[in-house]
């Protein structure tokens, strides 16, 4: 039977993000300014209304945005050998605290020894909460700093990276993954495009982490496919709170 090794710092993540106020009008007034200089470099001479833009797309920029839950899940063999996933939700209003319990979480691991596994994560979730930490004025922890580093000693995996095989040229969801290799979509009553309104409008925190929790569990299903292994039984998942 393949296995996996060094599990204890294999930790896979997606995060969930909105933007930094729920109305344009609520930034100052210098944030606006920029935040309209950056909305016509994306929609270059598309007529757009910013109030609507930045509610629909700042939440995409960690300049203009805040992380609102990380979830992590972590795998382990059980004592007859079978693939066990724990799954926990670090979700809150309060950054700064949200990024300090996602730091404190692993402090009792090898630092020097963590992997970071996410879909899209190297263009995405590992760069945004990093400037997000720095922006919270936290200290990056080193599977997370790059400086001075070589391209081969960043600890980082990215299944979309692995899909590419090479091939930059195309995106590829990981709802795409999923159905290409018979996983269950983690896609439920909401999206990304969802989370924007279901944080500020609805307040509800608890089912963006759920939505979370499952595109990490999706992400982790698409790893073991891609390892040549068999997938987490459900059975084997355990959400913990």
């Known amino acids: 039977?393949?296995?996996?090794?060094?599990?204890?710092?294999?930790?896979?993540?997606?995060?969930?993000?909105?933007?930094?106020?729920?109305?344009?009008?609520?930034?100052?007034?210098?944030?606006?300014?920029?935040?309209?200089?950056?909305?016509d470099q994306l929609n270059r001479e598309e007529e757009y209304d910013p109030q609507e833009f930045y509610f629909e797309r700042a939440g995409i920029y960690a300049e203009f945005g805040k992380i609102i839950c990380i979830?992590?899940?972590?795998?382990?063999?059980?004592?007859?050998?079978?693939?066990?996933?724990?799954?926990?939700?670090?979700?809150?209003?309060?950054?700064?605290?949200?990024?300090?319990?996602?730091?404190?979480?692993?402090?009792?691991?090898?630092q020097s020894k963590i992997q970071l596994c996410a879909h899209n994560g190297k263009?995405?979730?590992?760069?945004?909460?990093s400037r997000r930490m720095l922006i919270n004025q936290l200290t990056l922890p080193p599977y997370l700093e790059l400086s001075g580093k070589k391209p081969w000693e960043v600890q980082h995996l990215d299944t979309m990276q692995m899909w590419k095989f090479g091939d930059w040229k195309n995106y590829t969801s990981l709802e795409l993954l999923t159905q290409v290799f018979g996983i269950p979509s983690p896609k439920?009553?909401?999206?990304?495009?969802?989370?924007?309104?279901?944080?500020?409008?609805?307040?509800?925190?608890?089912?963006?982490?759920?939505?979370?929790?499952?595109?990490v569990i999706a992400t982790i299903q698409v790893f073991l496919k891609m390892k040549g292994l068999d997938m987490v039984d459900e059975d084997n998942i355990s959400i913990v709170s």
Request: negative net charge; contains cysteine; glycine residues 4%.
């Open 1 to 39: 039977m393949n296995t996996l090794t060094n599990l204890n710092h294999l930790i896979f993540i997606d995060i969930e993000t909105a933007s930094a106020v729920q109305d344009f009008g609520d930034l100052d007034e210098k944030f606006q300014e920029l935040w309209i200089k950056k909305a």
């Open 71 to 110: 979830s992590v899940g972590m795998l382990h063999y059980d004592m007859d050998r079978q693939l066990q996933l724990r799954v926990k939700a670090l979700a809150s209003g309060d950054e700064k605290e949200l990024l300090q319990s996602f730091i404190d979480l692993f402090r009792q691991l090898d």
């Open 123 to 129: 263009e995405f979730d590992f760069p945004y909460i």
């Open 188 to 215: 439920g009553d909401i999206d990304g495009s969802d989370v924007n309104r279901v944080y500020y409008e609805e307040q509800d925190l608890t089912r963006i982490a759920h939505y979370c929790n499952q595109d």
